[in-house]
T-cell receptor, first 113, second 115 residues
Framework: AQTVTQSQPEMSVQEAETVTLSCTYD???????LFWYKQPPSRQMILVIR??????QNATENRFSVNFQKAAKSFSLKISDSQLGDAAMYFC??????????FGTGTSLTVIP | DTGVSQNPRHKITKRGQNVTFRCDPI?????LYWYRQTLGQGPEFLTY????????KSRLLSDRFSAERPKGSFSTLEIQRTEQGDSAMYLC?????????????FGSGTRLTVV
């Protein structure tokens, strides 16, 4: 079974600074998709960014970008110009040719004013 | 239609009681998923529907759990004879089509507390 590992249970960042959240995964498949989801306290999970494994170019969505290293099975999320509203739990997720996502255990991000 | 709706938001029940949760997906989404999330963990897959057909069930879904999506629209998740270990957030999500690149749209979840 696929596993997704987030080794940083908690991270903090000063407002306007940059922070990187780590994620590694284990799979024997060559085609798959990777996602970062954000879960604010008591609110629903929101898709932040996605990456197709067959694409070498790293995905970018405004202040959010990823560093996808396929050989290393690493998929980190960089948040630039951090804002107070970025404070949340962030989950890395993997999906292949099936119908379920495999989620990591999450990283709780605190943004310090 | 503003998103995936789950009811109730919170449920406290006594051990041994039955509970039922409801999920209303985005109307044009043909796929609906149930996940369970315990404290400090990421969501874990329980089951999914394509239209009204339940196509996959996790081994996490014991015999006490049953899910339905009778008309391919809303879905219900029932837990019979609840146990304290069932305390968790139950998340519903929906998606359109079967492309793996699609992400889910999640609801806000139903938090179950079994006392």
């Amino acid at each position: 079974a696929q596993t997704v590992t987030q080794s940083q249970p908690e991270m903090s960042v000063q407002e306007a600074e940059t922070v990187t959240l780590s994620c590694t995964y284990d799979t024997s498949e060559s085609d798959y998709y990777l996602f970062w989801y954000k879960q604010p306290p008591s609110r629903q999970m929101i898709l932040v960014i996605r990456q197709e494994a067959y694409k070498q170019q790293n995905a970018t969505e405004n202040r959010f970008s990823v560093n996808f290293q396929k050989a290393a099975k690493s998929f980190s999320l960089k948040i630039s110009d951090s804002q107070l509203g970025d404070a949340a739990m962030y989950f890395c997720a993997y999906r292949s040719y099936g119908n379920q996502f495999y989620f990591g255990t999450g990283t709780s991000l605190t943004v310090i004013p | 239609d503003t998103g995936v709706s789950q009811n109730p938001r919170h449920k406290i029940t006594k051990r041994g009681q039955n509970v039922t949760f409801r999920c209303d997906p985005i109307s044009e989404h043909n796929r609906l998923y149930w996940y369970r999330q315990t404290l400090g963990q990421g969501p874990e897959f329980l089951t999914y529907f394509q239209n009204e057909a339940q196509l996959e069930k996790s081994r996490l879904l014991s015999d006490r759990f049953s899910a339905e999506r009778p008309k391919g629209s809303f879905s219900t998740l029932e837990i019979q004879r609840t146990e304290q270990g069932d305390s968790a957030m139950y998340l519903c999500a929906s998606s359109l089509g079967d492309r793996e690149s699609y992400g889910y749209t999640f609801g806000s979840g139903t938090r179950l507390t079994v006392v």
